[in-house]
């Protein structure tokens, strides 16, 4: 750690009482963008993967089904955004095209999409009803649009990049801003047996073009990254940072373990989105009914996602009225409901704060009973935190040690046994540079 000139700045929970204004600080290594940092507070939004699979049962559809499948019956994008916004999430990123090709607008570029169904008369469009509803509920929207398309004649030829651009552009110009485009990695056969080589570099600056607020997701960003797993589930130790030089989308990819972590020194800020299913599968499947998971499952991974500096998109598809099912409409606004008791009470309010060098001492007027604390930098400032410790005890020499962790970066969450203390020291026992804190509180999380 470099030993300089160690400022804490502790914001808004903590210090109600003793704020230390914020002075211009220097940035360390690489830092956030405007669009990143706005990306970074959105913490939770919900995926829906909807389409023909919905209806064949399969996760990967072939491409060669009929669009007449694709029938929903009551459909109701309204009730999606209505429940997203309950639970608490910020926006909802659909497939509007997933690997079997099927638009869930009616594209010019493509002869298999919502229009080629008879779900309205071949009149509806997904994406418009999806946008009104998240305008009108007051929730964003992203797009996941896939590069591999089962279904398109022209895929597997340098022709079919082109198409993917106009597609693209048709959606990200057409219904208004949206906070996310999701890139798969999947890139197996089209219909004619052949692989297509992506262009990206063209694919992403088009689509920056069109939109440049948007915040792209992918195995290398570039603005943020897959974590390695589809269990929802960020490593302890996560650097907002990544290595992508020599690194390609999907199998040419960094370790998963790299992305699980980011890398220590990585050059590029590219912070983790950590997607999971509500259910077993992407797709809605009636025989999954009973794997959907409980609001103390969901918790439990909001803590391993977002408690360690990452956001959580959670998949909560659709069904085939085109409704989101009771059971899954149950556990989020449970879900939602541990979360707002979990964090309704930061047991440190009111204290006096003492910043000694490496160190942040609370001292409470009376004893405090805890077992979760939470932790912020400032990461405009970079992320620096490398390890720290958590100590407790009655007064100031009584001090043991309760808990011990790596990383800090938006935001770390620990939990440990619970404990009652007047004094509580957060130790930082290695930085990369003087540490830009934000706020600390401390909760009693019953559960
Ligand atoms: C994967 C896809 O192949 C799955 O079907 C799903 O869309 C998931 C979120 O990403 O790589």
New binding site residues.
Partial sequence: MKNCKFLFFILTTLLLTTSTKLKAQEKFGPTPNAQQLAWHEKEFYL?M?FGPNTFTDL??GKGSEDPNVFNPTAMDCNQWARIAKAAGAKGIII?AK??DGFCLWPSKFSTHTVRESKWMDGKGDVIKMLSDACKKAGIEMGV?ISPWDRNHPKYGTPAYNDIYIQTMKELLTGYGQFFELWW???NGEGPNGKKQVYDFKRFQDSALSYQPKLIIFSDIGPHIRWIGN?EGIINETNWNLLDTVGFSRGSGGPSTDSLNRGNFNGKAWIPGEA?VSIRKG?FYHEEEDKTVKTDKQLFDLYLKNVGRGGNFLL?VPPNRKGLISAADSAALINFKKLRDAAFKTNVFKGATVKNNKNEIEICLATAATFNTIQLQEQIKFGQRVISFEVQAGDSEGSLKKIASSTTIGRKKIIQFPTVTAKCIKVKITAAKASPVMGAIAGYLIKM
Avoid: L, R
């Fill in positions: 995926f993967h996760e990967w497939t997933h690997h996941y798969d990695g999947a589809e997607d992407w998949n």
